[in-house]
Each structure stands twice: as C-alpha cells, then as structure tokens.
C-alpha cells in the first residue's frame, strides 16, 4: 500500500499559496510531516482527508484517485482534524455509537462490541459515561484517535495531534500511535521534531508550502552528521554570531545561550564538533527558507 502525491498546489484566494508543487511517496507505517506553522500541513492533511481542494496535482491511494473518487477515500479514511468540535454533554459510548452508525457499522450489537474494544483500546473505557466536555487535553486526543478508527481505516491522518499535551499525555498519546502504524499508512503532521524522532520511520520536512526534505530520520541526519558544532556564548553576542555563521538554532541554558551553527569545515573560535540530531536536521533545512527568529 502506497500513497502518491504528485506536484500538489494549492493557493487560496488571499492569493497565499499554502502548497507549492509538493510531490511525496508515503509508504506502509507511520509517516512524520514535519513544518513550522504556517508550512502547509494542514492544507495538504485536509486536501488529503477530500475536505478541500487542491488546484493542480495529483494523488493515489492504491490506484484509488483521492481528488476525484473521494468516496472510496472515505470509506478507507481515519481522520483526526487539528481542532475538532465535541458535543460537551455526549458521553463517550454514545458519540461513538452514532459516529459508527454513520460509517455504516452493522446492527446494535455489533457496534456495542466495537465501541467498547475501541474504547479499551484507547483507554477510555472507565471514561464512558463521561460528557465528552469533561475530558482533559490526552483524553480528548485519545477519544479523536477511536473515532478516527471506526471502519478499519488504511489511511489515518493525524494533524498536530501532541500540540497542547502535557509531557505525561504526550507519552501515553504516543504509545497509542505507535500501535497504529502496522498494517495502516499513518500520517503525522507536527511541528514537534521530537514526535517525529519517537514515532516515524519515514518523513518529510516542509516549509512554505514546499518540501524540502523526505526520507528516513536516518537519511536526514546523514546530510548534517558532522557538520553540527555547538558553543555557548552571551545573549548579547548573538547578532555577530548571526552574521559569522550559519546558525541553525539557539537555545537558552541555565541563562547562557547555547549556539549551533552548520558548516563543512571546523569554525574553530571555540566552537566543538558535536554529534547532530533529528532537530539539527529539521533546522538546517528550514533556517535556509526562513529567517530563524521567526521559527
Ligand atoms: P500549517 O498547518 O503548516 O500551520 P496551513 O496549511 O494551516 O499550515 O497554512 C498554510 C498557509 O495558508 C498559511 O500562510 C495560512 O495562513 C494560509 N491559509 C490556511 N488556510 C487558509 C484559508 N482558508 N484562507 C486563506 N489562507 C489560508
């Protein structure tokens, strides 16, 4: 199984073109779409999901075209949107319920049964008779990951599903995604590197409605290994520093700031070598389209 994406564009009518000839092969197994905001992703999420539409391009899903037969799309989609409304006092059990009612799910029993191993699956079961508007951050997250598995489906598209988490609903959020990915194309669009680095076996970076990277984390890191070097410095160096060096990111420690620069030979000037990781990838392909206070 395999989704297609060729030269996809979309501009709206603000005369923003949020996709930029975006061409991807998105195979079996979670998928990272990585991009600051403002990047595309969910354009191309909601474009993908037949939710809107895209001015040229086309897009495959095992011979199914998604632009045009965008029923069979639906009938083989799990989508979790970036923000999605929820009736407050509809518990749980019940909103299921109904949403496999409309996907056609069999008789009442068949869909007790669904219901409630969905609801295990995700952890909720205890939660059931809850109205959905008393659920936290990972709860609701977790309930959008149920809904968006009624049916079985072989794509799953999940649009910034961590923002907003706290770091103990992030990790209990990705052991529940990681389970996923198996016999499924997964799609996670995030700006947090880091859910790319625990979850995906494949990826791509975007960046003003452009792709400029895709590939295994693994390749990724090929192309910046050894040329990461890191030094901390006073805030108020930065600007000299900016104009020396490429400088890819910058972070505050314990009030010193900690630089990372790129560059193919040994800037010297107290910098040391350093090993790169998956945000070093991430930065050095996007601080070459956009200015890096921005990011
Ligand atoms: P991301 O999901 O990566 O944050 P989006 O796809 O939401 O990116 O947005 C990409 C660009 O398109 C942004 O500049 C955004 O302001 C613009 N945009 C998104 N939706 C609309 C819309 N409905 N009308 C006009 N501009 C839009």
Do not use: W
């Not at 999901?49 to 069979?72: F, R």
């Not at 109205?131 to 977790?142: D, K, V």
């Amino acid at each position: 199984m395999e989704l297609s994406i060729k030269n996809l564009s979309k501009t709206y009518p603000n005369g923003v073109q949020a996709l930029n000839n975006v061409s991807l092969t998105i195979p079996q197994g979670m998928f990272g779409l990585l991009g600051p905001n403002g990047a595309g992703k969910s354009t191309l999420m909601r474009t993908l999901a037949t939710l809107q539409e895209a001015d040229s391009g086309t897009v495959t899903l095992d011979g199914i075209d998604v632009l045009k037969d965008k029923q069979s799309v639906r009938e083989r989609l799990g989508y979790l949107p970036q923000d999605f409304g929820l009736y407050p006092r509809i518990n749980a059990e019940t909103m299921l319920d109904h949403i496999a009612q409309m996907k056609g799910v069999g008789n009442k029993a068949e869909r007790k049964e669904l219901v409630a191993s969905l609801l295990n699956r995700v952890n909720l079961y205890k939660h059931r008779k809850k109205g959905l508007g008393t659920y936290s951050g990972g709860m609701r997250q977790r309930f959008g990951i149920a809904q968006a598995l009624v049916g079985n489906p072989s794509l799953i598209i999940v649009d910034e599903p961590t923002a907003g988490l706290d770091p103990s609903e992030r990790n209990r959020f990705y052991n529940l995604l990681s389970e996923l990915g198996e016999n499924t194309i997964v799609i996670l669009s995030t700006h947090i590197v880091e859910d790319v680095n625990t979850l995906c076996s494949n990826m791509a970076i975007i960046c003003t409605g452009e792709v400029l990277m895709q590939g295994t984390p693994k390749e990724g890191l090929a192309q910046v290994n050894g040329k990461i070097y890191q030094k901390s410095i006073d805030k108020s160096e930065l600007e000299h520093y900016r104009e020396e060096y490429q400088v890819i990111s910058t972070k505050l420690i314990a009030g010193k700031l900690s630089l990372r620069v790129e560059s193919d030979t040994d800037p010297g000037n107290g910098f040391e070598s350093t090993p790169a990781d998956l945000e070093d990838v991430y930065f050095s392909f996007i601080s070459k389209k956009v200015d890096p206070i921005t990011i």
